[in-house]
């Protein structure tokens, strides 16, 4: 390097820095109590070869301290549901006097689970994200109520099931039978909804990395949900989440567990194919 | 029923003579993306048009765009170019096509459309989430965006 490269380099981290802009993501690595790494970038699937090189957690776009609570189950606000999901994986529940637990033995048994989920599945001869799953256990094994797409049982539970698979990475199939509903989930990721008309891509493909007024643009991965946010102290589903990015663009959103967020889910899922199973996670 | 629907009509005509002048969204000529004609031959107020590029309420312009002449507003945003010397780059009939709708003069841009009322897929009702209803109008009003171009008229390099 020259002296005139290096002074023009010197010269704009300075300008760079002084008007605060400094957006890159972080360059950090996450490895959680010590032994579960998690891959926060690598490269992008196939199908997103055109978009995009490589594909990055929601992870590395947050402040050192906000980064440093997920290091750690005992700092992880969100591990607390975890616990209380623990407790309703294990205690009986509905008509047929039945836990979790009775059918499928320990929680750490879901293991793998949450990586290839939303899935087609054969016996239901649809696609399935795992709240449905669960709600599916509930009503036609245990004989109990089904959970709120988006409440508080669900989105522990979810918690719970996400987190014996951290450090496994996502793949969500794409095609074969599923493949209809990944495609409509692809069209709605790029259409430009609402009075703001934006869409998805608008700020998460072609702006990842930029502010947007307050906010540091991530690239919207799903791998580390649930998130527990410190903006609102509770875990938070993805389809809650889609739901407050599509009324930012001022629209009339689609409702949590919908045909178009399931679609939606499994579009944005298999974005982030290779990236680990993260949740819960923690954002601002 | 006779009488309520007189006194609609009658509140109708005041409305429009009022605002006789102004052009509706969907009558905007656009000669390159550019607009000649003021929106509402009322000339814009450029302190008006400051407060509206920054507020969050208004045209919260500040979210994508930096003005460095507008320091007190903390966290502006940096998806489109910084505003400074628009007023040099873009003649006054540029700057109210780009602020009315800038999808003309910069094809498939992410920047909003301010003045405009149909063609939305999905419309809500402000920021609730809800379907839009028959209330639904441009982002911003005609006299609105006139301030804000003359308000970025004055960013001079």
Redesign the interface.
């Given at each position: 390097m020259n002296k005139f490269t290096k002074g023009l380099g010197a010269c704009m981290t300075a300008m760079i820095v002084a008007s605060g802009a400094l957006a890159d993501p972080a360059d950090d690595t996450l490895v959680i109590n010590d032994e579960i790494e998690i891959v926060t970038r690598t490269a992008a699937p196939a199908h997103l070869s055109d978009a995009l090189d490589e594909v990055m957690s929601g992870w590395l776009f947050r402040g050192a301290e906000t980064r440093d609570m997920e290091r750690d189950d005992f700092d992880n606000a969100g591990m607390i549901f975890v616990e209380k999901a623990e407790d309703a994986w294990n205690t009986a529940d509905g008509s047929a006097g039945k836990s979790c637990a009775d059918c499928h033995g320990e929680s750490t048994e879901m293991a793998g689970v949450r990586p290839v989920y939303p899935k087609y599945v054969e016996a239901a001869g649809e696609v399935r994200t795992l709240e449905m799953q669960i709600n599916d256990c509930r009503e036609n094994r245990m004989g109990a109520e089904k959970w709120k797409y988006t409440g508080g049982d669900m989105v522990n539970m979810t918690a719970l099931i996400s987190s014996v698979s951290r450090g496994m990475p996502v793949n969500i199939t794409t095609d074969g039978p599923a493949q209809s509903t990944w495609e409509q989930g692809k069209e709605i990721y790029y259409t430009r909804f609402g009075q703001l008309e934006l869409s998805c891509a608008n700020c998460h493909e072609d702006n990842y990395g930029n502010m947007i007024r307050a906010d540091h643009l991530s690239q919207g991965q799903i791998n580390g949900f649930p998130t527990y946010r410190l903006k609102n102290a509770k875990l938070n589903s993805a389809h809650a989440r889609f739901k407050g990015c599509v009324r930012d663009t001022r629209a009339e959103t689609f409702n949590p567990g919908s045909p178009e967020f399931v679609a939606l889910e499994m579009y944005v899922g298999s974005r982030g194919n290779g990236l680990s199973v993260e949740g819960p996670s923690v954002r601002n | 029923m006779r009488v309520s629907i007189y006194a609609l009509v009658a509140s109708v005509a005041v409305t429009t003579s009022a605002f006789a002048a102004e052009i509706e969204p969907t009558a905007v000529s656009y000669n390159d993306g550019a607009v000649e004609m003021s929106l509402t031959g009322v000339a814009g107020n450029p302190e008006e048009g400051a407060k509206i590029v920054g507020s969050?309420k208004l045209g919260?312009c500040?979210?994508?765009h930096?003005v460095s002449a507008l320091p007190d507003i903390?966290?502006?945003?940096?998806?489109g170019p910084a505003l400074d010397g628009a007023g040099d780059r873009w003649s006054e009939a540029e700057l109210r096509g780009i602020v009315a709708n800038a999808k003309i003069m910069f094809e498939g841009t992410?920047m909003?459309?301010f003045y405009k009322d149909t063609g939305?897929?999905?419309?809500?009702?402000?920021?609730?989430?809800?379907?839009?209803d028959d209330t639904?109008g441009p982002?911003l009003s005609a006299q609105q965006i006139e301030d804000v171009v003359a308000y970025l008229a004055t960013l001079k390099d």
């Open positions: - | 969050k919260n500040v979210a994508c930096e903390a966290f502006q945003g940096m998806i992410m909003p459309s939305y897929i999905r419309p809500g009702k402000a920021y609730t989430g809800k379907a839009a639904l982002l």
